[in-house]
């Protein structure tokens, strides 16, 4: 009877120390949501945070600016408008970003552009 208790916490232990390893594991996945609507286009990432040097970079290159992120802890919330007009919100912290563009202040070639940086993250983030 002791060996059988002892046998059923050790089962016990393993579902409970298996069930840690993939609740923490979990929280380094990626996740990519967008939202399409016929007036706004939405962009949501979630990833390991360790990712977000090379999203911050990315971002730079393609909104062509070298000031936009000052450092890998940065928090980043505030409306962005491009030298050709592009207008967007961004929201961004290690680990998590957010773009919205309201296709009814933007052209069709600006609303491109987000849709064309936005799916670039997703092979940055793979």
Do not use: W
């Not at 949501?33 to 990712?51: L, T, V, W």
């Amino acid at each position: 009877m002791k060996g059988f208790m002892n046998n059923k916490l050790m089962i016990v232990f393993s579902l409970f120390v298996l069930i840690a390893f993939s609740s923490c594991h979990y929280r380094h996945n990626t996740n990519i949501s967008i939202h399409e609507q016929r007036d706004s286009y939405e962009f949501y990432a979630s990833y390991n945070e360790n990712k977000t040097p090379k999203v911050q970079r990315y971002l730079d290159e393609r909104l062509g600016s070298s000031e936009f992120y000052k450092s890998e802890l940065d928090n980043y919330d505030r409306t962005e408008v491009m030298n050709d007009d592009t207008k967007f919100y961004i929201q961004s912290e290690p680990g998590r970003l957010k773009i919205k563009l309201d296709k009814r202040e933007n052209t069709e070639a600006s609303y491109k552009r987000v849709k064309h940086i936005c799916d670039g993250l997703k092979d940055v983030l793979k």
